[in-house]
């Protein structure tokens, strides 16, 4: 049995990016303090960048630790418009204090904010940080709103897939009484003509039927699988109406190599039995034709005169299972003579 494909939301490893990004910013930043102070040697160059790199990484991972209480606190609740502006103050003030520690640790001859602010050269350190950690902030938000665009889209996707798996769900509780309804009548039919028939009636019955409740959880199956079981269920159909209808295969492709979802071809057989008349003189011919990496049944057309109510549930059904499990479309095309449906069959 193949297992259920998962959905993956992609995690951003946003403090790692933050951090990079500063790494290099840092060194921008101080080589121009540096520039515009003259800083008389290489050492003393190499000390402040080094001092910068480990402000800069201090203010990422603060303003990161901020967006993570600030997403726990509103985790349940609408994004409010207040939410931004105020984080953005707490997060500049926060950085705004640390770098000011920062400065009185290097320079201890400080006495407080106001011999800071009355030279030129802490004024400019104090703007081009004030900078960063603006620049720090709106990264990372960026990078929080992609994460949740990211996130947003998974769930919708997650939401498409449970919903094309109620849709199955709904169209094999349809076709398990019905299929069963119809299979008793031409049993019952047929039990008292040949006995032997019967038999081989009752276990290809029991074959297609097992083969319908043992995929309620599956998402693919082998194409074999799926060939194996339309033999089973197309003998109940041949059996019922004997001459009319007709199977054509012509499968050049390793069955066990490829995979489909379940009941696939039992739906496309179906609609075409469902709305289509068939005589001995003009049978329904459903023929199945093997592609490089695809599946063509075509059926000719033989319309109904009464009309046929349809739900449109199979082929929709069959399209959303499809989109999900690959990128590849089902193509779908009808002529005056024919319809057809190509589907993608998915490598296993």
Not at 147 to 154: G, H, R
Request: aromatic share 10%; with cysteine.
């Amino acid at each position: 049995m193949i297992e259920s494909q998962k959905i993956f939301i992609r995690k951003i490893p946003i403090l790692r990016y933050m951090v990079m990004l500063m790494f290099i910013i840092s060194i921008i930043f101080q080589s121009i303090i540096s520039y515009v102070n003259e800083e008389p040697s290489f050492g003393n160059f190499l000390k402040d960048v080094v001092i910068t790199i480990i402000v800069q990484t201090v203010f990422c991972i603060v303003i990161y630790f901020l967006k993570q209480f600030f997403n726990h606190l509103f985790r349940n609740r609408p994004l409010p418009v207040i939410r931004y502006p105020v984080e953005f103050i707490i997060s500049c003030t926060v950085c705004f204090y640390i770098l000011i520690g920062v400065i009185f640790l290097q320079h201890s001859s400080l006495r407080n904010l106001t011999d800071i602010f009355s030279k030129n050269d802490f004024r400019l350190h104090i703007s081009i940080n004030m900078v960063a950690i603006i620049f720090i902030y709106a990264i990372a938000t960026i990078l929080h709103l992609y994460q949740l665009i990211l996130e947003k889209s998974a769930h919708a996707e997650q939401l498409q897939h449970r919903f094309a798996q109620i849709r199955l769900l709904a169209l094999k509780n349809q076709v398990n009484p019905h299929f069963l309804f119809n299979s008793l009548s031409v049993l019952t039919s047929l039990v008292h003509v040949d006995a032997a028939a019967s038999e081989k009636f009752i276990i290809q019955l029991g074959k297609a039927y097992r083969y319908i409740l043992d995929q309620k959880d599956t998402e693919l199956v082998t194409l074999k699988e799926e060939l194996d079981f339309l033999d089973a269920y197309f003998y109940l159909l041949s059996i019922r109406f004997k001459n009319k209808i007709k199977l054509q295969k012509n499968i050049s492709l390793s069955p066990e190599d490829w995979c489909i979802p379940p009941l696939t071809l039992q739906m496309l057989v179906e609609n075409a039995v469902k709305h289509n008349k068939m005589s001995a003189s003009k049978p329904l011919i459903i023929s199945l034709t093997s592609l490089p990496d695809s599946l063509k049944i075509v059926n000719n057309i033989n319309n109904r005169e009464e009309d046929v109510i349809s739900t449109g549930i199979g082929l929709e059904n069959i399209k959303k299972r499809i989109a999900y499990l690959t990128e590849k479309e089902i193509n779908i095309s009808k002529s005056a003579t024919t319809f057809s449906v190509n589907i993608p069959l998915i490598k296993k």
